[in-house]
Structure formats: C-alpha cells, structure tokens
C-alpha cells in the first residue's frame, strides 16, 4: 500500500512541536510546491535548517526528505481516486456500488495507516480502567456514539449515551475523575459537542476524542486524539464518509477492551445473552 503522507502528518499533527507543526503546515498547504522542490529550498521558505526538515520526515516514517516526496506525489497524482469516485448519470446501479465499495474499502486502509499506535493503546487503557464511559455526538455523530453505547454494553463497565445534547451536556455535567468521556466529531468543532467536552473536562473526566481534523477544537482539549480518513464522493460529503471509518475504530476498541477484560466481559456477554433469549419464549 502507498504510504499516506498527508495522512499521516494529520494524524501526528497534534503531537509535533511549533517547528514540526510550521513545516507540516506548509506541507498540507502547499503538497505540489513540494514535490517539485528541494529540501533546501523547503527550508529556506520556511527559514529552518535542512536538518529540520529531514528529521521531520523521519519523524513521520519517511526515510529522509525524496522518500517522502515520492509518497507525496503518488498520492496527489494518483489517477485512481478520480477513476474510483466520479459517480455519474451514466452509471448503472452496480457501478455506483463499486464505486461507493472502492471508497469505502480506502477510507479503512487510510484509516489503518495513520492510526497511532500509542494513541490506540492509551485509549484502550483508560477504557479498561473507566468508572463508567460516556458517548457523545452531535448529529451524524450522534448514531456513531449510540452504536458505540450498544456494543459496550457488553463489557460490564457502567456504559451511557444520549442523542439529545441537552441530555448529553448534563449527564457530562455528572462524570468524575474514574470516568472517561469519549467524544466523537468528524470536524472536530462542533458548538455543542465542544460545549460538552468542555463540561466533561471540567468534571476532571478522562476524555477520548475520534475525529478526522487533527488540528481541530476538539483534538487540542482531549486527553487522547484518534484520527480516521474518509473518501469524499461527488454524492456523499467526507462527513458522510467518515462514518465507516468510526464505526470500524470503536469495533477496534471494543474487542480490545472485551480481551482484556474477559472475565467481566465473559460474564456480561451471558447476561445480555440471557435476557435476550427470555425475549424469544
């Protein structure tokens, strides 16, 4: 697989230092510029050592400075993502499938690529140890949360989610220190979902943020930032996309947190199991 480089510097965005944050800026705003330029010349624009440039591209799994550019521009030059995502009128039932499929399957591998491995084990960590979680979004977000609220039930932690953000802001009013918060927001900077994390921060809660702006509100007030990518489609907007990618990253933290805690998690499973089955007498 191409290695995502945009990607990637959005992933690890909030974890660089104000050098490193200068250079990716310039990287995510100017990515042609760049792969027509020299590391010196990148340098001199952003009046920086050629070290600092070239420990940057370390810094995001790059070998030096040219490997970077070659990933750089098979990523912004690639034919295939506009062959995947032009949905038009001409195309039958089953194309529009294809294509949506196509975009969809890279939304999860881009996901893959820039998730950070350390990040993934701290929110893993504060899950298995949480008093009680809490889901919160807004809007689209809003159905990610309750899926979310519906598999951790299965866990045996104290598990809420509520669609309506008055219900959400309260109950966020309501958490402590043992508990976490996990926050989901595709821009990252939604008013009313930035209004509860700020309540949920206030409360000194644990809080775990999924987003895909990593320079966003949001990534810069949690404890523990996770990014996703989304394929944005002629007919879908990346907030609709990105939806794949959270569904998939809470199953990840999900099935890390039921295996290891098996025990507990064992025995909630039977009695979710159980009362179901009552159901069907």
């Known amino acids: 697989m191409t290695q995502n480089c945009l990607g990637k510097i959005r992933s690890y965005y909030v974890r660089f230092s104000e050098k490193e944050k200068k250079i990716a800026d310039y990287i995510l705003e ?7 330029s020299t590391i010196n010349e990148v340098a001199e624009n952003l009046n920086v050592a050629d070290a600092t440039v070239f420990r940057f591209c370390k810094r995001i799994g790059f070998k030096g400075y040219q490997a970077m550019k070659i990933a750089l521009a098979s990523e912004i030059m690639t ?5 995947h995502e032009q949905i038009t009128e001409q195309d039958n039932e089953k194309a529009v499938a294809e294509k949506i499929f196509k975009s969809n399957n890279r939304s999860l591998e881009n996901t893959l690529e820039i998730l950070d491995s350390d990040s993934l084990k701290k929110a893993v960590a504060l899950l298995l140890h949480a008093r009680r979680i809490e889901f919160y979004g807004a809007g689209g977000s809003s159905v990610i949360a309750m899926d979310a609220y ?5 866990t045996g932690v104290q598990t809420f989610a509520f669609m309506d953000s008055h219900f959400q802001l309260m109950s966020a009013s309501q ?3 043992d508990d976490v918060a996990v926050v989901i927001s595709h821009s990252g900077a939604n008013k009313d979902t930035i209004r509860i994390l700020n309540t949920a921060n ?3 809660a644990k809080t775990i943020g999924i987003t895909s702006f990593p320079k966003s509100p949001l990534s810069q007030k949690v404890d523990v930032v996770l990014i996703t ?3 944005e489609t002629e007919y879908r907007s990346e907030a609709l996309a990105s939806r794949i990618s959270q569904l998939s990253l809470i199953d990840a933290l999900y099935v890390n947190v039921m295996m290891k805690n098996k025990g507990k998690a064992k025995q909630s499973l039977e009695k979710v199991r159980n009362a179901i089955s ?3 007498m």
């Open 229 to 231: 990518s989304s394929e």
């Open 175 to 177: 958490l402590t220190a």
């Open 150 to 154: 519906h598999k951790f039930l299965r």
């Open 79 to 83: 034919p295939i993502q506009q062959i």
């Open 278 to 280: 009552k159901t069907r």
């Open 30 to 36: 100017n990515p042609e510029e760049i792969i027509h």
């Open 202 to 204: 206030e409360t000194g």
